[in-house]
């Protein structure tokens, strides 16, 4: 398969989460500047929110639409709750090392982006890959 395919599915994928990545920058930025939270819980606060808004806006329909299974569910969200511990260490890790909070926000919210992506199509829809397109 060329690269089209993967290019087409990450622009739906995007698509999708826009609303959520834009919803989670402002509830990031709001909890660590206004109200002084340590970036570590300011990022895993507003990227639970923002997964749930996710789920809501498009996640339960692509679930059910692609008959995931009870198990693949959890899958996802164990990869989720490792993942959003990763990347809260990452955004405290960088800001302690001086670097603007909004770039190293954008910086984890573009790998988790890709990683997330990339997860969800090899791991979770894998037996279903003919299917994706």
């Known amino acids: ?10 622009l739906r ?5 826009g609303v959520s990545i834009l919803c989670e920058l402002f509830l ?8 002084d939270l340590p970036p570590f819980l300011a ?7 923002s997964l749930a808004l996710a789920w809501f ?23 989720q709750f490792i993942a959003i511990g ?21 910086g984890v919210l573009a790998l988790s982006f890709a990683l997330n992506s990339t997860f969800f199509r090899t791991v979770i829809l894998k037996p279903r890959s003919e299917s994706i397109k």
């Open 1 to 10: 398969m060329g690269i089209r395919p993967h290019c087409a599915y990450l």
């Open 13 to 17: 994928y995007g698509h999708y989460s």
């Open 28 to 35: 990031f930025t709001l909890l660590f500047r206004r109200f």
């Open 43 to 49: 990022n895993a606060f507003s990227a639970v929110a």
């Open 57 to 79: 806006i498009s996640g339960r329909r692509l679930f059910m639409e692609k008959k995931i299974t009870p198990a693949g569910h959890l899958i996802w969200y164990a990869y």
């Open 86 to 106: 990763v990347y809260s260490f990452l955004v405290a890790w960088f800001i302690r090392m001086g670097i603007h909070y909004l770039v190293c926000k954008i």
